[in-house]
């Protein structure tokens, strides 16, 4: 059973430019987290979204950023117009439902570098 | 919303002693507490959990304490071995919501 997939697991985007993460869970679920980490610090909520669903996008900002688990296909967050403080390591997450254990599962990072 | 400190920031230990890392939470609703295990360039792992309706769980040289009253849980590693040495994170999640972390700790291990 195939992990959380994240892919590129690195990008490099100049100022302006669209950058575009993508995340598939692991087999079996449906429920998907994105988390920024910054260098030396935390992992940061942004959102949460089950298929076809955004649940909670509370620790997205507004503007630039958004995020889709469609259907059929990975989960997407994309950020429009990157700018250098984009620059981070993006994690995403799935779980079957946070009903069940409450473990998030983790795939590898995508590290953003905004030049 | 809800929002969790983790103290220290850094922390070194010779190999064989304890570690404890402290965190606090502020939704008396949270019931999941969950700590991770980031190595340099890796992505986290779940390390053990503790639920509301448990004071305590142990898992070989890794225990978590849980104070629900004083809304704050505890990360006590024993016997520290040069392969502890990672950032760690605890955090919090009340039912059906998502998990908020701590900053993290980094834990060197010295031989």
């Keep these: 059973n195939a992990g959380v997939m994240q892919n590129p697991r690195h990008l490099v985007r100049r100022r302006g430019q669209e950058a575009r993460l993508r995340c598939s869970p692991m087999k079996g679920h449906s429920h998907v987290y994105w988390y920024r980490q910054l260098p030396e610090e935390g992992l940061k909520f942004m959102v949460y979204l089950q298929k076809e669903n955004i649940i909670d996008e509370s620790g997205m900002p507004k503007e630039r950023f958004s995020a889709e688990f469609p259907k059929e296909g990975p989960s997407i967050l994309r950020i429009q117009q990157v700018v250098r403080g984009d620059s981070a390591a993006y994690f995403c997450a799935s779980s079957p439902s946070f009903g069940s254990t409450g473990e998030l599962f983790f795939g590898e990072g995508s590290r953003l570098t905004v030049l | ?111």
Excluded: M
Excluded at chain 2, 7 to 12: A, D, G, I, R
Excluded at chain 2, 43 to 72: C, F, M, W, Y
Excluded at chain 2, 83 to 89: I, Q
């Design chain 2, 1 to 111: 919303g809800e929002n969790v400190e983790q103290h220290p920031s850094t922390l070194s230990v010779q190999e064989g002693d304890s570690a404890v890392i402290k965190c606090t939470y502020s939704d008396s609703a949270s019931n999941y507490f969950p700590w991770y295990k980031q190595e340099l360039g890796k992505r986290p792992q779940l390390i053990i959990d503790i639920r509301s309706n448990v004071g305590e769980k142990k898992d070989q040289r890794i225990a978590v304490t849980l104070n629900k009253t004083a809304k704050h849980f505890s990360l006590h590693i024993t016997e520290t071995q040069p392969e502890d040495s990672a950032v760690y994170f605890c955090a919090a999640a009340r039912s059906q919501g998502n998990l908020i972390f701590g900053k993290g700790t980094k834990l060197s291990v010295k031989p």
